[in-house]
């Protein structure tokens, strides 16, 4: 069984979360200390709250008072609700928090159902718990309650150098752990100098990211979101935070990848690529043989398209020297203008200039970040957030904007359009 603790300050946020659960149907109230659960389960979470503060001091030094713990069984165990609730309660006398007011929810979102415990870490003269070594403590209690209960030992997951990338899929469940280790690899594994070259690299395994800027409260805030990319391209519900998944996805983690890739990309990465697209390109008499030549070479290509068809992006992703690169950092003959040139008496589909057409044919059209907006993201704070605190939605979302990315390729389209029409000529297709 595994335990994965949080300790965060916001309450609102953590029963918030937990009470989306029982409105979609994917969880339920399995018991609660101190806190008043109605017998039809439907709870308040303002009323929650209020029963949470009357065992809390008013004021107090402790900033992160709150715990929000998820116990993970093996997905082979089969529990009851009794044995849930059980095993929740014997695991927090085991912390020391058996006596503080809590509720236990069951999540069903996903197959391997499991337990979420939102629960306070001071007592009512204001007086932190004991939370010295709380993940050894916890490990230690989680190993005394598998032998007890005769369950099988579910360890973390962990990603090394050879784990396979997969692309997301949503209708899989647990997206947030999908997420979280797609972009744990691609962080690891790929080197790219823009977000715009980031992003393609994304959208081939479901993904894509926004940058985030704007004000909450007086301060300024940049960060950037998550999105699941259905099978056309567009983003499936919410976006996931940074926050949400771990500080090596936040912005600055993602900037501090591009300084790095600047400087570990070398001229012989760069020249293997070149090589193999060039002759992936000179042996093919459409765009559709080019894709496929260097799919044989084990490069994916990433096109983005106008609204009129016309290709104005174009990033190769080298699955051999794991390099990510625009078109035109590999030559003006590589570059999206070129390969529109090229290619343009194909018979091309008009396309929305949302949508990207990658060589993996598991992975369809995904949406590019360039053409994307969005007005339903909450701000994130990756800046000072250190992967374990709450930052969920907020109000006033409608103060939020996203910030546009930088694509080479994109640019260099812009400005020529730009100088042809100051000089009073049509663009040449």
Do not use: W
């Amino acid at each position: 069984m595994v335990a994965k603790i949080s300790v965060g300050s916001s309450l609102y946020g953590a029963l918030s979360y937990n009470g989306e659960k029982i409105n979609k149907e994917e969880g339920r109230v399995l018991c609660a200390n101190k806190i008043y659960v109605p017998p039809d389960g439907k709870i308040g979470i303002p009323e929650m709250v209020e029963d949470f503060k009357n065992y809390m001091p008013k004021t107090g030094r402790t900033k992160k008072p709150v715990l929000h713990i998820s116990l993970n069984p093996h997905p082979d165990d089969v529990l009851s609700d009794s044995d849930l609730a059980n095993i929740a309660r014997e695991y927090l006398d085991k912390l020391g928090f058996g006596e503080q007011p809590y509720i236990i929810y069951k999540h069903t979102d996903i197959e391997r159902h499991h337990i979420h415990i939102v629960t306070v870490n001071v007592d009512e003269q204001g007086k932190r718990l004991n939370m010295d070594f709380i993940h050894r403590r916890s490990k230690k209690a989680t190993t005394e309650i598998e032998e007890k209960y005769n369950l099988r030992k579910a360890e973390r997951q962990r990603l090394d150098p050879d784990t396979p990338l997969n692309k997301v899929d949503y209708n899989a469940g647990d997206a947030k752990r999908q997420v979280a280790n797609t972009v744990k690899l691609i962080m690891s594994r790929y080197s790219f100098q823009t977000m715009g070259e980031y992003n393609a690299v994304l959208s081939l395994y479901g993904l894509t990211s926004e940058e985030t800027n704007g004000r909450v409260n007086g301060r300024e805030y940049h960060g950037i979101v998550y999105s699941v990319l259905d099978e056309n391209g567009r983003k499936i519900d919410n976006p996931f935070k940074a926050s949400r998944l771990g500080k090596f996805s936040s912005l600055n983690a993602v900037h501090e990848k591009i300084n790095r890739s600047e400087q570990n990309i070398t001229h012989e990465a760069v020249a293997k690529t070149r090589r193999r697209v060039a002759q992936s390109l000179n042996e093919s008499h459409s765009k559709e043989e080019f894709i496929a030549a260097l799919k044989e070479r084990n490069i994916d290509l990433v096109l983005r398209y106008t609204d009129e068809g016309r290709i104005y992006g174009a990033t190769f992703i080298d699955h051999d020297t794991h390099t990510v690169l625009n078109g035109s950092r590999l030559g003006r003959e590589y570059a999206a203008n070129a390969l529109n040139e090229r290619f343009s008496g194909d018979n091309e589909v008009c396309r929305t200039p949302d949508i990207v057409e990658p060589t993996n044919p598991d992975n369809e059209t995904n949406q590019s970040q360039e053409q994307q907006t969005s007005t339903n993201t909450a701000p994130t704070q990756q800046h000072q957030d250190s992967g374990n605190d709450y930052d969920y939605s907020l109000p006033g979302l409608d103060l939020f904007q996203l910030s546009p990315t930088v694509d080479a390729d994109e640019e260099d389209f812009k400005r020529r359009m730009k100088r042809k029409k100051k000089r009073g000529q049509r663009p040449k297709f």
